[in-house]
């Protein structure tokens, strides 16, 4: 409807059937024996050059148009048919597979249990009761038909994937006669219509260049469904836990056995706290901080990210992705790493540890691990792509167990091994590998509870084996199992950062006091240059702070801190919000972190937090480590 049709370009000699009889009848001009040999336009069609058809492509005319448009001939939907066992047969009249009554689908018993009907059935029966009834088809594989290669080569059969003429051309001569493997080769029929458009003509070019009729080369495989469906569609409602699997550590069935109160970590389900009969939760964290804090402690951290990083170039890939030197890491020793996105906001933070020479074992956040692996092969892919160095996630390999409290070397120094435990063998920082209780193990002297600490890494598959033993021998230590919530508000008490909660997408190491872990010497790491930005270094920054409560009662997380006065439009100002806030057992009092502007030159401060009730809850600005300011318990 208001389209001005200025020419059907049909390449039989011959079109004297009834639809170029009714096309000549409304002005339309029918070309007989002709072809289209290009296109011309840039962003849009412009015009068509014509071609004899029976030629090699020659131009004769042009003709100015908007759009070209194609017949592809008809194809019965024989998809359902072949699904359930159907064969096929090739129309030489009509050019299409049809259903061959021969050799329908059969069922177990060997008879046939299909009936093909409608548009399955493709024998065309209807054909005689049509007013009009179409004649035998003329195919039209290539055009012009003597197509040189240069014009084969721009002939595109497969308009999703790019598949040309001479594509399966060439997978004939390489030897790929299967038309699966040419399917293969090619990508041919492998787009969103799966080959509805394209494996006829595909078939053909194939069968000629293998010089054997359509029907001797066959059809691919024809697999449901016929009209593409998401995943989410095929799935509905039962998808369940399956939609994302829940990961466990090795030691999870224990944490059921005793009554441990779970919380998702990412995928990981991770032990909140173990509630006695009569706790509460808040009771059972209680009581696990005082144990680590006054004996020992053992934390199943075995979600921890694990990275392996290895190569004659990992020192100096390290470099660039943290912050601080790792490359000058001395073998057996561990380092806090700090690493930043492209703009210079903090994404994770861990340890690592140099294992050797070329390698490092790279510690990262429970949530973290995938993403930050993925992170490095990122940067290892698209920049650095000539640098040796290969990573590899490690983080289910190893179950990871901590050890925490006064008590942790007694506790471990039960178990029979090979690993020196003894302050002067094993500082603080430092890391040992042998054997605990006759397991291989990796013993790391690190602490995130403030407290003389040591992570016992072993298999995965003995894991269990291992916790197992540190509670038996260690009963008459009051060994104590703890959970996230406890490890929480260890941290807080040492004013230990947290990654998403001390950070948000937006905060700058420099935010946090973290200053002392971005080396000076180097001369780029990933988010350099970004920090060094005005904003970035603007002095009205907000910045971490410890929060001590003036009315006794925890500060809610997520409180803002509201400046004085009020603005023109009566609004107040923002200039702080509480990151973190806990009751600490081991001081007996509320503690809180918090992000405030130009906080750590504010110290003394009473800010404001007003509350959705009404009141308004006031906290002095403090440091932010509350325990142990010293850090002498973690070296014991």
């Known amino acids: 409807a208001g389209l001005d049709v200025p020419a059907i370009v049909d390449a039989r000699p011959v079109a004297d059937g009834a639809l170029p009889q009714a096309a000549r009848a409304a002005g339309i001009t ?19 050059i014509l071609c004899d058809q029976s030629g090699e492509g020659r131009p004769i005319q042009t003709i100015a148009c908007d759009v070209v448009a194609m017949s592809g001939g008809w194809s019965p939907v024989v998809h359902l048919y072949s699904h359930c066992g159907g064969k096929l047969l090739w129309d ?17 018993d060997g008879k046939g ?96 260049a293998l010089n054997q009729p359509i029907q001797a080369t066959g059809t691919t495989t024809f697999r449901p469904p016929y009209t593409p469906l998401t995943l989410a569609t095929i799935a509905a409602e039962a998808k369940g836990e399956a939609f994302q699997p829940l990961r466990k550590t090795p030691m999870h069935g224990w944490h059921l056995a005793q009554g441990a109160s779970f919380e998702p970590v990412g995928l990981w389900r991770r032990p909140y706290a173990y509630p006695r009969a009569g ?81 490092w074992l790279c ?61 002067a ?23 995130f509870s403030g407290e003389l600490s040591f992570e016992v890494a072993v298999p995965a598959s003995r894991g269990l084996e291992l916790w197992d033993r540190l509670h038996a021998t260690g009963q008459d230590l009051g060994i104590t199992p703890y959970g996230t919530e406890a490890m929480h508000v260890m941290r807080a008490e040492k004013g230990f950062i947290m990654i ?20 000076k010497k180097k001369a780029d790491y990933i988010g350099k240059r970004a920090q060094a930005r005005s904003h970035m270094t603007d002095p009205d920054r907000w910045k971490l702070v410890g929060l001590e409560s003036l009315s006794g009662k925890v500060l809610p997380d997520g409180a803002c801190a509201v400046a004085p006065g009020r603005n023109p439009n009566g609004q107040r ?27 750590p030159d504010r110290m003394g401060e009473v800010l404001d937090f007003p509350m959705p009730s009404g009141e308004v809850m006031q906290a002095r600005i403090v440091d932010p480590v509350f325990y142990d300011s010293e850090g002498s318990r973690a070296n014991g």
Not at 30 to 48: R, S, Y
Not at 156 to 180: I, M, P
Not at 500 to 519: C, H, K, R
């Open 30 to 48: 029918v070309l007989t024996g002709t072809g289209i040999a290009k296109v011309t336009g840039g962003k849009h069609v412009e015009a068509v």
């Open 92 to 108: 030489e009249a009509q050019s299409m597979f049809r259903p061959d009554p021969d050799r329908p689908p059969l069922g177990a």
């Open 113 to 208: 249990n299909v009936t093909a009907t409608g548009a399955a059935n493709g024998d065309l029966r209807c054909a005689g009761d049509l007013e009009r009834p179409e004649g035998a088809t003329l195919p039209v594989w290539v055009m012009p038909a003597r197509a040189p290669y240069k014009l084969r080569a721009k002939m595109w059969l497969d308009f999703q994937n790019d598949v040309k003429v001479t594509d399966v051309e060439l997978a004939a001569r390489e030897g790929y006669a299967s038309v699966e493997h040419t399917k293969r080769y090619t990508t041919l029929g492998m787009a969103t219509d799966q080959g509805k458009l394209s494996n006829i003509n595909g078939l053909a070019v194939l069968s000629k």
């Open 279 to 359: 706790e509460d939760r808040h009771a059972a964290v209680t009581r696990e901080i005082l144990a680590v804090r006054g004996g020992v402690g053992t934390l199943d951290a075995s979600t921890l990210g694990k990275i392996l990083v290895k190569g004659p170039d990992a020192g100096r890939f390290l470099d660039m992705l943290y912050t601080n030197m790792m490359s000058t890491l001395p073998v057996g020793k561990c380092r806090y790493g700090l690493m930043c996105s492209e703009n210079g906001f903090l994404m994770d933070d861990g340890v690592v540890a140099r294992l050797s020479d070329d390698s």
């Open 363 to 423: 510690h990262t956040t429970t949530g973290g691990a995938d993403r930050i692996h993925g992170h490095m092969e990122d940067w290892l892919q698209c920049e650095w792509g000539d640098w040796k160095v290969w990573t590899a996630n490690l983080t289910e390999h190893y179950a990871q167990i901590a050890v925490a409290g006064p008590k942790a070397r007694a506790a471990l120094e039960r178990l029979p091994g090979t690993i020196d435990l003894s302050a």
């Open 425 to 447: 063998a094993l500082p603080f920082m430092a890391w040992a590998e042998g054997e605990i209780a006759g397991i291989p193990a990796r013993v790391f002297r690190i602490s």
């Open 500 to 519: 998403g909660d001390e950070t948000d997408g937006t905060i700058i190491p420099q935010d946090l006091g973290l200053a002392w872990a971005i080396s």
């Open 573 to 599: 100002h923002t200039q702080g919000r509480v990151t973190s806030s806990y009751h600490s057992p081991t001081l007996d009092r509320p503690i809180a972190m918090g992000l405030v502007r130009r906080g």
